[in-house]
């Protein structure tokens, strides 16, 4: 019996070096990642910008990417199929917008607010006719948001601004509410109103004759798997400023979207 004891204290012993020194090993947990990328795509009954159609109510298939850093630095790009260059007659051919844009988005220490400023930079690839300058626009934006309310304005920084020329100074100034609904999980009620307003001359008249203010009300359901789904009402004031264009249709007119959209 002494000796069994004495054999197994020596076992214990021998073996307690080797536990602490395999926990010693253990390799600790890895840090998580600073960088996200997300993909989304959707499918809407039309494409809205701004208070305006821009794929003569026809439905748009869009989708981009985004990259995140931890620090709150970002950059993407989307796109969505469009005809309203072709549509006014502006391009001979022209059927997509491609958007890029980069930015840090952050908040101001404990305050619950936040800001978020970039860059951004419209692209319409495809042939435009004689008399019409190119759509492409350059924009610099910031906002802040505190809860569920934002503040945005976005100002042009290139010569022209979708089709309108010496348009630079140009603001698009925002207001947004997303409120998270009490019944039902994922529900969210959602408004919006903006002011467009145009600087320069084309063509010997004023921009500032396509001023406007556009408004929108909706509502939204976010599943847990990242599919969204919503619908809203959108309108715009300025029904006597823009004409029909010279496919027959209306930019202006009262119009509701539906969509569904899928984050991976």
């Known amino acids: 019996m002494r000796k069994s004891l004495l054999s197994l204290a020596i076992l214990s012993a021998l073996s307690m070096p080797a536990i602490a020194l395999a926990e010693e090993a253990a390799p600790a947990a890895a840090p998580a990642s600073p960088h996200t990328v997300a993909y989304n795509v959707g499918l809407y009954s039309q494409y809205i ?3 305006l159609t821009q794929t003569r109510e026809d439905p748009a298939l869009q989708g981009g990417v985004d990259y995140t850093h ?35 988005a952050n908040t101001i220490g404990e305050s619950g607010i936040g800001y978020n400023v970039g860059l951004l930079q419209y692209i319409y690839p495809g042939s435009k006719n004689s008399g019409f300058k ?45 409120v998270p609904l009490p019944y039902g999980k994922g529900y969210t009620a959602i408004a919006h109103v903006a002011y467009q307003d145009f600087t320069g001359r084309t063509n010997g008249v004023s921009n500032s004759d396509y001023d406007y203010t556009d408004w929108k009300l909706g509502l939204t359901k976010a599943f847990d ?40």
């Open 70 to 104: 931890a620090s709150g630095f970002y950059a993407g790009a989307w796109g969505s199929n469009i005809s309203w260059l072709t549509d006014a007659g502006a391009y001979k051919s022209s059927s997509l917008e491609l958007d890029l844009y980069g930015g840090f």
């Open 225 to 264: 798997n990242g599919v969204n789904v919503g619908g809203y009402y959108t309108s715009v004031d300025a029904k006597k400023t823009f004409v029909p264009d010279a496919s027959g249709q209306n930019l202006v007119k009262d119009q509701f979207t539906v969509f569904v959209q899928k984050t991976f």
């Open 134 to 178: 190119k759509a492409e626009t350059t924009e610099v934006y910031g906002s802040l948001s505190y809860g569920w309310l934002q503040g945005k304005v976005s100002a042009v920084v290139s010569d022209g601004a979708f089709g309108f020329d010496n348009a630079d100074g140009t603001t698009y100034s925002e207001l947004n509410l997303n």
């Open 49 to 51: 910008f701004r208070g």
